[in-house]
């Protein structure tokens, strides 16, 4: 078949015609949320879900997000209507609709392929217009991670779906570039204290108001059989695989503890030991890419690069944190474009505060080496 982009999803026709795969559940549709493009199936019939699976080269035991376009549509996913545990209410009506992934108990509709064969399943009611409008015409939850190829840095526009999976999905809605650029924060507040097992476009200091001892994961803050137990469960996305990565590798420069930025002299020195420590190497990459995230390089590291490496580099700056995220993944898939073929990116990091926490989280699974600043 061949693969349809509709341009303007708002128009009624790629609508109706998503809605209808979706309602058939046997195949995928490309969707825009407002964190990034999700691959769209029928979360209640197994053959759509695995579909979204086959699309993507997915691992089978990473489970999927449900999404719903109501709170009655959450009400179905659930053990019994009235079964959501009371811990999510204000939460739910503070963050919904919105980037905000929350673990309930499952009902037993829910293909074991959606969930991993857990008896949670996780559940975002996305805000985006047009993913609202699909779910609420196809009538039934719509499983969907992020369309990218498993392994690539996610989708934040309709033209990176179709790169991963042009040929392997029949259409894609198209609804321009992702506001939050980042995916929704995964939280389990099943546990206690609850987890943010991924950070994403909520932040921890916003769940902090409802959570104050919640945390987040990160493996070298949680004991060894937390950990284990975390990770064995529904892999929490990156704890077991590759994630986010370009072909280039990514040398990311981490600030590590950094609730106030370091300075960008830090990074500028980091920058040019690494370079020059390279030179030594005897295979040198012959395209690089300097990516930072608190300024510009000053005029004089620029020009040191520029006579370290005597070879094609590319600098690209972005500021504020929202833009950062907006645009990280389109910048990391820019890396690997025909025109500019990077090796190597060496990466500033940014501070953990807000949206960094989820930047640096997608960046440390993306990176080939870190080093700390
Ligand atoms: O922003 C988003 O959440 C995007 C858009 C498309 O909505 N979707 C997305 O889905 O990122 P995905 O499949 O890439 O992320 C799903 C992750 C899993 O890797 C897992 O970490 C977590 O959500 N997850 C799903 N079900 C879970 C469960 N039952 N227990 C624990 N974690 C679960
Ligand atoms: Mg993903």
Not at 44 to 70: C, M, T, W, Y
Not at 86 to 108: C, H, M, N, Q
Not at 122 to 132: C, E, G, Q
Not at 355 to 363: D, F, K, P, Q, T
Request: aromatic share 4%; net charge negative.
């Amino acid at each position: 078949d061949p693969q349809i982009i509709f341009k303007d999803a708002i128009i009624p026709e790629g609508l109706k015609i998503a809605a209808q795969i979706l309602k058939e559940g046997k195949s995928v549709v490309g969707m825009p949320t407002e964190t990034v493009y999700g691959l769209g199936g029928n979360a209640l019939q197994a053959e759509s879900a695995q579909a979204i699976f086959i699309a993507k080269g997915r691992p089978s035991d990473n489970p999927l997000i449900v999404h719903v376009s109501s709170l009655s549509m959450l009400s179905s996913l659930l053990p019994t209507p009235e079964a959501l545990p009371t811990v999510y209410e204000d939460i739910i009506r503070r963050f919904w609709p919105g980037p905000l992934t929350i673990l309930v108990p499952k009902s037993a509709l829910i293909p074991e392929v959606v969930t991993g064969g857990h008896d949670t399943v996780a559940v975002r009611f996305p805000s985006h217009p047009v993913a609202r409008a699909l779910i609420s015409l196809a009538g039934v939850p719509v499983a969907a991670p992020s369309a990218n190829t498993s392994g690539r840095p996610s989708p934040t526009t309709a033209q990176h779906v179709f790169h991963d999976l042009n040929g392997k999905i029949p259409c894609i809605l198209d609804s321009g570039s992702c506001d939050v650029g980042l995916e929704s924060t995964v939280l389990d507040a099943l546990r206690s204290p609850p987890v943010i097992l991924r950070p994403g476009g909520v932040t921890h200091e916003q769940l902090m108001e409802f959570f104050p001892d919640i945390r987040v994961y990160r493996r070298s803050d949680f004991t060894e059989s937390e950990a284990k137990q975390l990770e064995e469960c529904p892999t929490t996305p990156g704890m077991k695989y590759r994630h986010y990565s370009p072909t280039a590798s990514v040398i990311l420069f981490d600030p590590i503890t950094a609730s106030h930025p370091k300075p960008m002299e830090l990074f500028e020195a980091a920058l040019v030991k690494e370079l020059k420590s390279r030179l030594l190497l005897p295979e040198l990459p012959s395209r690089i890419s300097v990516m930072t995230t608190m300024g510009t390089l000053s005029e004089a590291s620029s020009s040191r690069i520029r006579s370290l490496t005597k070879r094609h580099s590319i600098e690209v700056t972005i500021e504020c944190l929202d833009a950062v995220a907006h645009d990280l993944f389109a910048k990391l898939r820019d890396l690997d474009a025909p025109e500019n073929k990077v090796d190597v990116a060496f990466i500033q990091g940014t501070s953990e505060l807000d949206l960094g926490s989820a930047v640096m989280n997608r960046l440390r699974k993306a990176a080939t080496t870190i080093i700390d600043l």
